[in-house]
């Protein structure tokens, strides 16, 4: 993490925040799966504030792509979902079909892993972006193509010549630029990516990242899922570490890279290249549970190197606020909060 960053991050954590924008509470998801119910998400409870990035981070399968999905209302119609969503004070579980895409892709936009396969193929890129104008401000179809040449101009210069392609004529940086486009095109209040930076080339990449943080910066709420720890120090300023389909630790960006509590946060960390100091990268043994027979123990237990027997023998610790760090006289950074009973006692900056 950048100097720079390590400053922001102490910031956000001390700034007087406004009210957020979103905020989630006891989120439960279930999938319909060939044995019954699976639960990806299991009771998570988030706040996202205006022009702050969140970032999402967690192995596969923790449930992060279910919280996204969730707040826009695209899980599967199987799946069972409970819990609060309000976006600006109304409740997202509760809006009907037309109000809820009035929402989705007007106010809420989301950008997704794969820019492609988040294209029609069938329809000409013009007509994929004229259809959000048309649908949420109400142009006719001539002012709707001048409004997605405008939209596509900052991002491809040629864009008179795009609003015309097909999806399958255009190379993988440009589906993204066309889909950073689409996501943007009126303004939403949050945007969720959904690693928006995966298999793109460095050059796409950066230019997503700076794309992103531009519009943090001009107050969009950023919820951002990913795996890749760069990302999380170049963008985030809070971080939500999700781990069966719960949230284990939340902090801001400098204080998980400084002092994570959580043992599964400290070993994500000491598993990525380049986030610990050299020779001491060491992979995480063993793999996420199964949640289809996971019980109600610390979903960490079977992998945890600090587990005690309280662990075995109660229910998952509940997420409560970090205690002081251990031989610190300072209390626990605002915000941070972890689900565990034995945390670790780390302090990272030291270790370098
Ligand atoms: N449509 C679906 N039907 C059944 N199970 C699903 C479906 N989508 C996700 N799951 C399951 O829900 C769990 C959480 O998946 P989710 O995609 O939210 O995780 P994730 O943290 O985003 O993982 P990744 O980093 O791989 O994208 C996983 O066990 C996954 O297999
Ligand atoms: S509660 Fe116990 S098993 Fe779970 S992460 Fe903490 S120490 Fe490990
Ligand atoms: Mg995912």
């Known amino acids: 993490m950048s100097d720079a960053n390590s400053h922001a991050g102490e910031a956000a954590a001390t700034e007087v925040r406004q009210a957020p924008i979103l905020s989630v509470r006891d989120l439960r998801a279930s999938y319909r799966g060939p044995e019954g119910m699976i639960p990806a998400v299991r009771g998570v409870s988030l706040d996202l504030y205006p022009g702050e990035a969140l970032a999402l981070v967690g192995e596969s399968a923790a449930g992060k792509s279910s919280v996204a999905l969730a707040t826009l209302g695209l899980l599967p119609s199987t799946a069972e979902v ?4 309000l976006y600006e004070g109304r409740s997202l579980l509760e809006l009907t079909g037309d109000e809820r895409r009035r929402v989705r892709g007007g106010e809420i936009a989301m950008i997704f892993q794969d820019a492609m396969a988040g294209l029609t193929p069938t329809l000409r890129i013009g007509e994929q972006i004229a259809e959000i104008f048309l649908a949420h401000e109400r142009l006719d179809a001539k002012a709707a193509r001048v409004a997605a040449v405008e939209a596509l101009r900052p991002l491809l210069p040629d864009a008179e010549r795009i609003v015309d392609a097909y999806p399958f004529q255009l190379s993988g940086g440009m589906a993204q630029r066309v889909m950073v486009a689409m996501a943007t095109a009126l303004r939403p209040k949050i945007v969720i990516a959904d690693e928006p930076t995966a298999n793109l080339d460095p050059a796409v990449r950066l230019e997503t990242l700076d794309w992103l943080e531009r519009l943090r910066d ?28 719960l949230v284990a630790e939340e902090a801001d960006v400098f204080t998980v890279f400084r002092r994570p ?45 600090k587990a005690v027997s309280r662990c075995r023998l109660e229910a998952s610790p509940s997420l409560e606020p970090a205690s002081p760090f251990p031989g610190s006289d300072t209390p626990a950074a605002p915000g941070h909060r972890v689900a565990c009973f034995n945390p670790m006692a780390v302090d990272l900056r030291r270790e370098r």
Do not use: W
């Not at 899922?225 to 781990?243: K, N, P, Q, S």
């Not at 100091?277 to 079977?302: H, I, V």
């Open 82 to 85: 409970s819990g609060t969503i």
């Open 218 to 245: 001009q107050g969009t709420a950023v919820m951002l899922i990913t795996h890749d720890f760069g990302v999380v120090a170049r963008l985030a300023d809070r971080v939500l570490v999700m781990y069966g389909g």
């Open 261 to 305: 509590r959580h043992p599964y946060t400290y070993g994500l960390l000491n598993s990525v290249p380049g986030v610990m100091s050299g020779g001491r990268l060491t992979p995480m043994r063993g793999n996420p549970p199964d949640l289809a027979t996971l019980g109600d123990e610390c979903a960490f237990l079977e992998r945890c190197p």
